[in-house]
């Protein structure tokens, strides 16, 4: 009993320290996409509370993610044209529809379909989205309004707002990003930082120098340093219903089935879906106790969750990875944190308002920017490079493509190359997609045979067929008799062969010592030169 006890204790203490990280990042993330501030913490209020009782996996966080900011602000702006508030419930009518589509996922137990997409198309994604979002945000701290509305011209334009910036909203943007910049290093120095989140310094920072500006009211000040007339008021806080209730808003259904809004639901479902299963299993190699998600369940929660934010006026909701890992870090210990951490949301909104309409927006601008630069960090192209010039290419093309176009053509164009690519190092249209794989079963062992390709785009077929011997305690996969073996599916494996310790199983990878890698890296695509292209007469198609 007294461990039960002190099992809620640790997950309200985590819920309520998430809690103070997710507060300014759903109001950021929700005026990022052109969504009312309180659409965000609806949507985390809903996550917590609704969604964790609904199969959510145990110690993530659902809420709105950085991630889907692009594809919020772009349905807004597309669906409305220039009307914001008619484009705003014309997304929300998108995100109810594609929020059933994911509970379809879930019910067919399509978990495992984010398995599908390459490694570097979706690193190339996420690098463009946080782009897409330092290209916009920049100009928020600076206190400045671009005339541009796409990626490219907006980062052409940041050189003409720093000279036009505000220098007390600039001053407020700037020491934002020091703190936030400067957390991860000066937490290992000065041990109470650890237990103080960066974003709550922020705040305590922000909110003070706002009030000194008296951002409250409109006026305007002369700078001593260029003697320059600048404007502020409330048009630079956070604006905020006083009711929270009177924030619900519902869905425009009247042009969901045209052909933009189709669009929009489907980078929704997709995108949506993709980035919180790939959240998922990151938590869960974070798991202290080493439990095993059901992605099913989890997508089921989120795709639940969707349902109703979607219906009430909120963003969608994924499993999101910076506050599901600091819930772990914080000590959380069942699904109970995220239901405090919503529970902790709700509280504050209802009975503090005011205190929200105080945060700067350029606090939590700073607060999107950084979480874009940790996105597109150079440090990704150079992960990237490390597993192989031709991951470089993919990546860089699904980035390039996104920033010009948008995301669905973005990671088309990504997963294109990627298929042209292998087409080229011998792999057979047909074994792009169906693996031919040779079963021997005995003494209580396995072995699965790969002939021809072992590649993204039929991983799917190689992993159900694994999924069969789910009762073995020793699987072989031989990789002899396969050409090719892509970086994506050596990833994969490298991730089953930890997963089957975690559950006192053996995975053995055999017959690459033949196989040239195109880089050093351990993870790198292989091929293996001189081998006959296609299966052997003894190979049977997966199913």
Not at 350 to 375: K, N, S, W
Request: glycine letters at 10%; a positive charge; aromatic letters at 8%.
């Amino acid at each position: 009993m007294q461990s039960h006890s002190s099992g809620w204790k640790s997950d309200a203490v985590s819920g309520f320290l998430v809690f103070l990280i997710a507060l300014p990042l759903c109001l950021g993330i929700a005026m990022a996409s052109g969504f009312p501030p309180v659409a965000g913490i609806l949507t985390a209020v809903i996550g917590g509370v609704v969604a964790t009782w609904m199969g959510s996996a145990r110690l993530t966080i659902k809420g709105p993610a950085a991630g889907l900011i692009v594809i919020a602000l772009g349905a807004v702006q597309e669906l409305g044209g220039g009307d914001m508030r008619l484009g705003y419930r014309r997304a929300l009518a998108a995100i109810t529809v594609a929020a059933v589509i994911q509970i379809v996922f879930a019910l067919v137990r399509a978990g495992t379909f984010g398995d599908f997409f390459p490694s570097s198309v979706v690193h190339g994604m996420l690098a463009a989205i946080g782009i897409i979002i330092f290209s916009k945000q920049a100009h928020v701290l600076l206190g400045v309004s671009p005339a541009g509305t796409q990626p490219l011209k907006l980062l052409g334009e940041i050189p003409h707002s720093l000279s036009l910036l505000n220098p007390e909203i600039a001053l407020i943007g700037v020491l934002s990003l020091v703190i936030l910049f400067g957390h991860p290093y000066l937490k290992g120095r000065l041990a109470w930082l650890k237990r103080v989140p960066a974003p709550l310094l922020v705040l305590l920072v922000a909110v003070p120098l706002g009030l000194a500006f008296d951002l409250g009211h409109a006026h305007t000040y002369t700078f001593s340093l260029t003697h320059e007339a600048y404007k502020l008021g409330p048009d630079f806080l956070v604006n905020l219903p006083s009711n929270f209730l009177s924030a619900i808003t519902f869905p425009d259904f009247s042009a969901v089935f045209s052909a933009a809004s189709l669009k929009y639901i489907a980078m929704f479902a997709l995108v949506g879906s993709i980035e919180s299963l790939l959240s998922v299993k990151a938590i869960d190699s974070l798991d202290p106790e080493q439990h095993r998600s059901n992605l099913d369940k989890d997508l089921l929660a989120t795709g639940v969750g969707n349902l109703a934010a979607g219906l009430l006026g909120g963003l969608p909701m994924i499993s999101e990875i910076v506050r599901s890992s600091a819930n772990i870090g914080y000590g959380a210990k069942s699904r109970l944190s995220n239901f405090f951490h919503g529970l902790f949301l709700l509280v504050f909104v209802a009975f503090a308002p005011a205190l929200i309409h105080r945060i700067p927006l350029a606090a939590l601008a700073a607060m999107l920017i950084y979480t874009g630069v940790r996105l597109a960090s150079p440090r990704e192209f150079v992960k990237t490079f490390r597993i192989g010039p031709e991951q470089l290419l993919i990546f860089g093309v699904t980035l390039m493509t996104t920033l010009a176009t948008d995301l669905l053509v973005g990671v088309a164009a990504g997963i294109v190359v990627k298929l042209g690519m292998h087409l080229l190092n011998g792999a057979t249209p047909r074994g792009l997609f169906r693996p031919f794989i040779v079963e021997r079963e005995e003494d209580g062992r396995v072995e699965l045979r790969v002939e021809g390709a072992a590649v993204f785009s039929n991983f799917l077929g190689l992993k159900k067929r694994l999924a069969r011997f789910s009762h073995v305690r020793e699987v072989i996969i031989d990789l002899s008799r396969a050409r090719l073996v892509d970086h994506t599916v050596m990833e994969k494996l490298h991730q089953l062969e930890s997963e089957f310790g975690r559950e006192q199983r053996h995975l053995e990878l055999r017959g690459l010592n033949e196989h040239r890698r195109f880089s050093r890296h351990p993870l790198a695509a292989r091929k293996k030169p001189g081998l006959r292209i296609g299966p052997s007469q003894d190979a049977s198609s997966a199913s």
